[in-house]
C-alpha cells in the first residue's frame, strides 16, 4: 500500500496543472470577434499556465454592471470587462477591487488610467462617423468632416444611429460640444438633435449587424459608430471609410476590473495582467481591432494603422466626462425617447 500510495504522490505532484483538479474563474466580456480573440487566443495561453478553467460570460455593458450591482459581495464574476462609462458606475458603487497585484497597469498610457486604481484600460477605440465610400461618390458628396454634418439636409432619410442606451449617449454630447456646448451645458446637443439631425435620421439601430447590412448596402450613407466596428465591416468587403471630426472623437475604451469580494482575486489579478501582457494586446488589435493601451506594445504597420496606436492618437480623442453623464443620462433618456426619436 505504500509503494501504491508513493507512486500516486509522484503522480499527482509530476501531472501537468490542467491533469489536476482546475480552479474555475469566470471572466464577464463582449460577444462577436471579442469573444473570439478571447476564447481562441488569450484565454488557452493562461489556463495553459495556470492550469485555471476560465469560463467566458458574454453580454453587454451595462447588463455586466447591473449583475454586479444585484449580487454584489456574492458574485460568481471574478473579473468583468465594460466599456469606460458603465466602469465608472462600477467604480461609484464600489464593485471595482485594487490593482496592486496587476504590474502591467503601470506600463498604461495614462488616459487609460482610471481614478482610484481600481480599473484599467486595456483597449482604445474612437467614436466618430463612418460612411459609404461610393454611395458618397455616386452622390458627388464630399467626405463628412464634422458632427453637424449629420443635420445636413441632404443626408435627409440616410443617417443612421444608436439609440441613446447605445452611441446616442455618446453623439449626444459629441453634439453638444459641436455648437457650444458640453456634458453640463447638454442643451445645445439637444437641440441639434431635435431640429437638424433626427428628421435626417433613418433608423435608430443598435445592432451592429443591421447598422453593418444597412452601410454596406447603401440603405444608409452616414452613421455614428465606432472604429473597431467599421475596420471589421471593411474587412469584410464593405465600402466604408471612418472619419475622425474636426471637433474631435470621443474616446472609447475596454476596461476591466477585479470584482470585489468575488472568490478567486489573486488569479483574477493574473489574468489582467495577461490581457495587459503585448502578446495579448497584439492579439486585441490583429483580431478585434483595439488599440493597446500597454505603452510598450509595439504594432507592425499593417496593423498600427488600422488602429488607435501611441500615445498621440491616443491622447487626441475626447475623453467624455462620465461622472456627469451617468448622473444626467436618466434625465437625458427621457427627454430623447419624448424628443428626439419620436
Given at each position: 500500500?505504500?509503494?501504491?500510495?508513493?507512486?500516486?504522490?509522484?503522480?499527482?505532484?509530476?501531472?501537468?496543472?490542467?491533469?489536476?483538479?482546475?480552479?474555475?474563474?469566470?471572466?464577464?466580456?463582449?460577444?462577436?470577434?471579442?469573444?473570439?480573440?478571447?476564447?481562441?487566443?488569450?484565454?488557452?495561453?493562461?489556463?495553459?499556465?495556470?492550469?485555471?478553467?476560465?469560463?467566458?460570460?458574454?453580454?453587454?455593458?451595462?447588463?455586466?454592471?447591473?449583475?454586479?450591482?444585484?449580487?454584489?459581495?456574492?458574485?460568481?464574476?471574478?473579473?468583468?470587462?465594460?466599456?469606460?462609462?458603465?466602469?465608472?458606475?462600477?467604480?461609484?458603487?464600489?464593485?471595482?477591487?485594487?490593482?496592486?497585484?496587476?504590474?502591467?497597469?503601470?506600463?498604461?498610457?495614462?488616459?487609460?488610467?482610471?481614478?482610484?486604481?481600481?480599473?484599467?484600460?486595456?483597449?482604445?477605440?474612437?467614436?466618430?462617423?463612418?460612411?459609404?465610400?461610393?454611395?458618397?461618390?455616386?452622390?458627388?458628396?464630399?467626405?463628412p468632416t464634422s458632427w453637424n454634418d449629420l443635420g445636413d439636409p441632404k443626408y435627409k432619410g440616410k443617417v443612421a444611429m444608436g439609440s441613446i442606451s447605445s452611441y446616442g449617449m455618446v453623439a449626444l454630447p459629441m453634439i453638444a460640444r459641436a455648437n457650444g456646448g458640453s456634458e453640463e451645458k447638454i442643451e445645445p446637443g439637444f437641440d441639434a438633435m431635435i431640429n437638424r439631425i433626427a428628421p435626417n435620421v433613418l433608423a435608430w439601430e443598435n445592432s451592429p449587424a443591421k447598422m453593418a447590412q444597412m452601410l454596406q448596402t447603401g440603405e444608409a450613407a452616414l452613421v455614428v459608430w465606432g472604429s473597431t466596428r467599421v475596420q471589421a465591416a471593411i474587412e469584410q468587403g464593405a465600402p466604408l471609410a471612418f472619419v475622425y471630426p474636426k471637433e474631435g472623437a470621443a474616446a472609447g475604451m475596454v476596461t476591466a476590473c477585479v470584482v470585489n469580494g468575488a472568490p478567486r482575486p489573486k488569479l483574477a489579478q493574473a489574468l489582467l495582467e495577461e490581457i495587459l501582457s503585448p502578446a495579448a494586446q497584439i492579439v486585441l488589435a490583429q483580431v478585434a481591432g483595439f488599440g493597446p493601451a500597454n505603452s510598450k506594445v509595439k504594432l507592425e504597420p499593417d496593423v498600427a494603422k488600422k488602429v488607435v496606436y501611441g500615445p498621440e492618437q491616443a491622447n487626441a480623442l475626447v475623453p467624455l466626462n462620465w461622472t456627469v453623464v451617468n448622473r444626467d443620462r436618466s434625465e437625458w433618456a427621457k427627454r430623447w425617447n419624448r424628443e428626439v426619436e419620436r
Open positions: 500500500m505504500r509503494t501504491i500510495y508513493a507512486v500516486l504522490t509522484v503522480f499527482m505532484l509530476s501531472a501537468p496543472p490542467m491533469a489536476r483538479s482546475a480552479e474555475t474563474l469566470y471572466l464577464a466580456g463582449f460577444g462577436g470577434s471579442f469573444q473570439k480573440a478571447f476564447e481562441e487566443r488569450i484565454i488557452p495561453a493562461f489556463e495553459a499556465k495556470t492550469g485555471t478553467r476560465v469560463v467566458y460570460v458574454p453580454g453587454n455593458s451595462t447588463d455586466t454592471v447591473a449583475k454586479l450591482i444585484a449580487q454584489k459581495g456574492k458574485s460568481d464574476l471574478s473579473l468583468a470587462i465594460v466599456d469606460d462609462g458603465p466602469m465608472y458606475q462600477a467604480l461609484e458603487q464600489n464593485l471595482c477591487a485594487s490593482l496592486e497585484g496587476v504590474p502591467a497597469a503601470k506600463d498604461v498610457y495614462p488616459a487609460a488610467r482610471m481614478p482610484g486604481g481600481k480599473a484599467v484600460g486595456f483597449g482604445f477605440y474612437a467614436i466618430g462617423l463612418a460612411y459609404n465610400k461610393d454611395g458618397f461618390a455616386k452622390n458627388g458628396w464630399k467626405a
